[in-house]
């Protein structure tokens, strides 16, 4: 018995060694700083560049906890529906009432927050690529949708429709950015007195 536990032994052992040997090896500062380095030298090679003009960004993606989806899906759900109802006030695109307008424009809130949120869980790093603009496509699915849900109101106007939601879009991200950068020097004036 104990020769058949002696020839076991360095066979687990080479089977071990190999197993580790096949999971990826965590790559330490030096490495990435190596690979980063040859990467400078491909690219200036590549461009015909010296290297020291290639300037290196890092773009780190935003964390985004439960708190943070909260707060945005409630910022996207009540200025959709502010700016839905107000903007149809102005510009008539569909024959249905203020209620229905609402409706309509939750339907499109929860589309587009759907695909947004599964945007940045599936395509993280086209996020970052693109900085940004690859979310101008959960908006564009979303109204696009909400035109073939036959329960809610639909536009009768296509052009004025567009127009609305143009509008909507380029309102709602403007108030978005100077809202959140006031809240950002607000904090940091707080903090600093």
Request: glycine fraction near 4%; hydrophobic fraction near 45%.
């Given at each position: 018995?104990?020769?058949?536990?002696?020839?076991?032994?360095?066979?687990?052992?080479?089977?071990?060694?190999?197993?580790?040997?096949?999971?990826?090896?965590?790559?330490?500062?030096?490495?990435?700083?190596?690979?980063?380095?040859?990467?400078?030298?491909?690219?200036?090679?590549?461009?015909?560049?010296?290297?020291?003009?290639?300037?290196?960004?890092?773009?780190?993606?935003?964390?985004?906890?439960?708190?943070?989806?909260?707060?945005?899906?409630?910022?996207?759900?009540?200025?959709?529906?502010?700016?839905?109802?107000?903007?149809?006030?102005?510009?008539?695109?569909?024959?249905?009432?203020?209620?229905?307008?609402?409706?309509?424009?939750?339907?499109?809130?929860?589309?587009?927050?759907?695909?947004?949120?599964?945007?940045?869980?599936?395509?993280?790093?086209?996020?970052?690529?693109?900085?940004?603009?690859?979310?101008?496509?959960?908006?564009?699915?979303?109204?696009?949708a909400c035109i073939f849900i036959?329960?809610?109101?639909?536009?009768?106007?296509?052009?004025?429709?567009?127009?609305?939601?143009?509008?909507?879009?380029?309102?709602?991200?403007f108030i978005k950015k100077y809202?959140?950068?006031?809240?950002?020097?607000?904090?940091?004036?707080?903090?600093k007195k």
């Open positions: 018995m104990e020769d058949n536990k002696n020839e076991l032994e360095p066979k687990d052992k080479k089977e071990i060694e190999k197993k580790e040997e096949d999971k990826p090896k965590k790559k330490t500062a030096e490495d990435v700083e190596k690979e980063m380095e040859q990467m400078l030298e491909d690219l200036s090679q590549q461009m015909g560049v010296d290297k020291n003009q290639i300037r290196v960004v890092s773009i780190k993606a935003p964390k985004r906890n439960f708190l943070t989806i909260l707060f945005e899906s409630l910022y996207y759900i009540i200025s959709t529906a502010l700016l839905f109802i107000g903007l149809s006030g102005y510009i008539s695109w569909s024959d249905g009432s203020w209620y229905d307008i609402l409706f309509y424009s939750l339907t499109f809130s929860v589309i587009e927050l759907l695909l947004r949120n599964l945007f940045l869980i599936i395509f993280k790093k086209t996020f970052i690529q693109t900085f940004g603009l690859v979310m101008l496509v959960p908006p564009l699915i979303a109204l696009f036959p329960f809610i109101v639909s536009p009768i106007y296509i052009g004025r429709y567009l127009i609305v939601c143009v509008l909507l879009l380029i309102v709602r991200e809202s959140v950068d006031f809240y950002y020097k607000h904090k940091k004036n707080k903090n």
